[in-house]
């Protein structure tokens, strides 16, 4: 048993693990209380261990200096210090400067912290298992687990702490150099076998003995990492670890001119991304790894385990009893490690998928590798290394003064002003599908804030294919005239703006109550019959049961489909997106989940693919020549057995063999047990992924919604323009203030005139800066 919590200060503390978190913490526990008994097992020896240099954030050590003034200054003459990261791509270096690291190495660390420790009076158990983590709770008022990624406690109480381990596609080895590399070094191998790549930075600096009688040339840490096929086809697979270390010194003998490289108890290692649903059970709380891991490549796992130690001690300073620090550790953590996991992830699947980017331009590479985390961006790396930025943007071709988003793309016939665009947002106010003054004003205030494109909802082409009641439709002359009125309005009061109507059928998510009624919900009365690739319902014993169309209903959609698009080329718009995305009928060909059709039109991908290809083509012949158009899609289910990141960029490169001018990358809304991975522009990477893949243009949407982060999306090469929803609900203007934000005041934000005299950013007060997190004499 773990025991219970009734305890207010706990006195007696057991820690498994003496990495870099369970030292910390044991340090810090009795600092704060040196009436505290406290000691660390840790089963292998003081001077062993794994790995050579941690990486430490400016962050981190302000938290440190704050806590513990003595550890702070040990690390801080231990320090090696530098500014550069150097790329190398394809045999030229580019180097971006700026950026703050301090590294020493894994073993000092260890030893700073073994003295303070032991200076403190917590008692160090080396050599020694520790007891099972039940058994120290029932004599221990605490029992900390740092026990390490491969954490038996964790798997211990398995039932409990519900952890979720995913191995990933990459192998690594961790190996040293005895020199000190002069920056942060990316370097890339295109070898007969494939792609490898190599992370290394200096942790120890070149120094002399004093006297003469020699030197120590410094030492750096060197990561290899490649994907598993690529590992086994080198044959590393079969290697032991000296052999490792020797063909990685012979791959990237420039990097390291001509120098081995050693091993430490090294291997061959595939990343294992650890989470866990709870951290505490009774008085066993996990720490670092144990609880949380995140990929080298952003170098957090020392730092997250180290920042666990400082809030699990303030909590258990600041809180009455245990169990409420141990919530208000989780509480607070939390938050802070899933924004690093989701960090991490991006970081890690980038380079995963590093040799669909290495035919970028130089500099544009450079660029992308330093962004891949989405916490570096184009405004933070311009104030950290302005002249490399700048390059990077006269390789994109800014203008001088002019930001990325501010350039111009063209597609077929439109030229638009900038890389914005206001995403397609029902708004389900309309009456029998007629768009009104609502509309009129909605979509006119947006084409008014400086968007490059501003797009319609989902237009439906029929009755039957309505969401809700209250959709706009172009399935009437009366509709379009309506729709003429926008249009108009657009262009002739904004002008250099765009507008594009995205035209879709509901299929089984149709006849349901208005978003704010109960989104997804069926009407209570006046409800009409559904159609769908097959007859399964979106929610079983909710949603009314789809009928399956045939040969004539599909062809009869597919017809008001071409209808549909022939009015909208009368109504003036200047953009057409056939919607194949979020469940909607054509998306419901696609997706396995919601097509179970044995004929032509089901199956495998190519027959799934069949009928919103006919009704493309259809809406292509029937839509202006010179007229460009879009398809929206997602990307993926979210569930297994549902459409893959790899399908998407089958399905793009289908509707680009058709004639498609874009596609814009969505995800998900095709079934209700989806398990979308949520973040700050989550999508991005698929649209990515299809860009890179086929190199055609695509539209990133979700979660943008920064200036800043459309800019190193450009920039980057991850999209060629980008879609954001909502804040241009909190701000119709958005794009304008965008432009106000960065001082561009050229044509592609230009302001009406009857707003010009507001152009320029009011002044704003100022905040202070967040207080230590825990302050000690």
């Known amino acids: ?37 406290i000691t660390v097992w840790e089963r292998n020896a003081p001077d062993d261990t794994f790995g050579f240099g941690v990486v430490l954030s400016d962050e981190t050590l302000g938290g440190i200096e704050h806590a ?32 703050g690291f301090a590294a020493l190495g894994r073993r000092r660390l260890l030893e700073i912290l073994h003295e303070r420790c032991e200076s403190l009076g917590v008692r160090l158990r080396f050599r020694t298992p520790a007891p099972p983590a039940a058994e120290l709770a029932a004599s221990y008022d ?13 798997e211990a109480h398995a039932d409990v702490f519900a952890p979720h381990v995913t191995a990933h596609r990459c192998r690594y080895i961790w190996l040293a150099a005895d020199f000190a590399l002069d920056a942060f070094r990316f370097e890339i191998a295109e070898t007969e076998h494939g792609v490898m790549q190599l992370h290394g930075y200096p942790y120890a600096r070149p120094s002399s003995d004093g006297a003469g009688a020699g030197t120590h040339a410094g ?12 590992w086994r086809a080198a044959g590393l697979d079969a290697c032991d670890e000296q052999q490792s270390a020797d063909q990685c010194a012979k791959i990237f003998a420039d990097a390291l001119g001509g120098r081995p490289l050693r091993g430490n108890n090294s291997s061959w290692i595939a990343f294992q991304t650890v989470v866990n649903e709870r951290w505490s059970h009774g008085r066993i709380v996990l720490l670092g790894d144990a609880a949380h891991t995140a990929h080298f490549s952003i170098g957090s ?8 130690a400082l809030a699990l001690a303030a909590c258990i300073e600041e809180q009455p009893g245990l169990a409420e620090a141990l919530a208000a550790y989780e ?21 995963e998928d590093m040799a669909s980017y290495l035919d970028q331009p130089a500099r544009q590479f450079a660029f992308n590798l330093l962004t ?118 657009v262009h002739h009061h904004s002008p250099g703006a765009a507008i594009g109507v995205q035209l879709g059928h509901s299929g089984r998510k149709g006849s349901t109550k208005l978003m704010w009624e109960g989104i997804d919900e069926p009407l209570e009365r006046g409800n009409w019959p559904l159609s769908a690739a097959s007859p399964i319902p979106y929610r079983a014993g909710v949603n009314q049961v789809p009928h399956a169309l045939d040969r004539d209903g599909l062809t009869a959609v597919r017809d008001q489909f071409a209808a549909a698009a022939r009015r909208a080329g009368q109504s003036g718009f200047d953009l057409l997106e056939l919607h194949c995305a979020h469940g909607y009928l054509l998306s419901g060909f696609l997706s396995p989940l919601a097509n179970r059709r044995t004929d032509a039109y089901g199956g495998t991908l190519d027959n799934r693919l069949r009928f919103p290809l006919e009704v493309f083509d259809a809406v292509r012949e029937a839509w202006p020549d010179d007229r460009p158009t879009t398809v929206r899609v997602s990307a993926t289910d979210w569930v297994p057995g549902g459409t893959t990141a790899e399908d998407a960029v089958e399905i793009a490169r289908a509707f680009a063999a058709h004639g498609v001018d874009a596609i814009d990358v969505s995800t998900g809304q095709v079934v209700p047990e989806e398990k979308p991975e949520f973040g700050r522009s989550y999508q991005t990477p698929y649209a990515d992924r ?57 044509e592609a934000a230009r302001w009406p005139d009857q707003y010009r005299a507001g152009s320029r950013k009011p002044p704003t007060g100022r905040t202070d800066a967040p207080k230590p997190r825990l302050t000690l004499p």
Request: proline share 6%; with cysteine; charged share 20%.
């Open 68 to 99: 513990d003034p003595v550890v702070y200054r040990a690390l801080q003459e231990e320090f090696v210090r530098w500014d550069d990261i150097d790329i190398v791509h394809r045999g030229r270096t580019l180097t971006s400067g700026g950026h």
């Open 301 to 308: 796992g020392t730092k997250l385990a180290v920042e666990d």
């Open 331 to 351: 509480s607070e953590r939390r938050p802070v490690v899933a924004s690093t996991q989701r960090a991490a992830a991006a970081s890690l699947r980038w380079f």
């Open 372 to 489: 891949r985390s989405r916490r570096v961006t184009h405004d933070n790396l311009r104030l950290r290394d302005r002249a490399f930025t700048d390059s990077v943007e006269r390789d994109f071709g800014c203008p001088p003064g002019t930001p990325p988003m501010f350039t111009p793309l063209t597609l077929r016939g439109l030229t638009l002003r900038n890389r914005v665009v206001v995403s397609a947002m029902d708004m389900y106010s309309a009456a029998d599908g007629l768009p009104g003054d609502f509309h009129l004003v909605h979509l006119g205030a947006r084409a008014l804030g400086g968007a490059g494109l501003v797009m319609t909802e989902m237009v439906c082409v029929s009755p039957e294919g309505r969401i809700t009641p209250g959709c706009t439709g172009l399935y009437t002359p009366e509709q379009a005239a309506a729709w003429r009125r926008v249009t108009d309005f």
């Open 142 to 154: 605490l029992v900390i687990a740092a026990d390490g990624v491969h954490s038996l406690t964790r």
């Open 690 to 746: 299809i860009r890179n893949a086929l190199d055609i243009p695509v539209i990133a949407v979700g979660a943008i919604s920064s200036w800043d982060d459309v800019n190193s999306i450009l920039l980057a090469g991850r999209a060629d323009l980008c879609a954001l929803a909502r804040p241009h609900l909190y701000d119709p203007h958005w794009t304008l203030h965008a432009a106000a934000d960065q001082e561009y005041a050229g």
């Open 219 to 230: 030492a750096s840490t060197v990561i290899v990492e490649m994907r598993e096929e690529v």
């Open 1 to 37: 048993m773990a025991g219970a919590v009734a305890v207010s200060a706990p006195l007696r503390v057991a820690v498994i693990g003496g990495g870099p978190g369970g030292l910390y913490a044991a340090a810090l526990l009795k600092r704060l209380d040196p009436a505290r008994d």
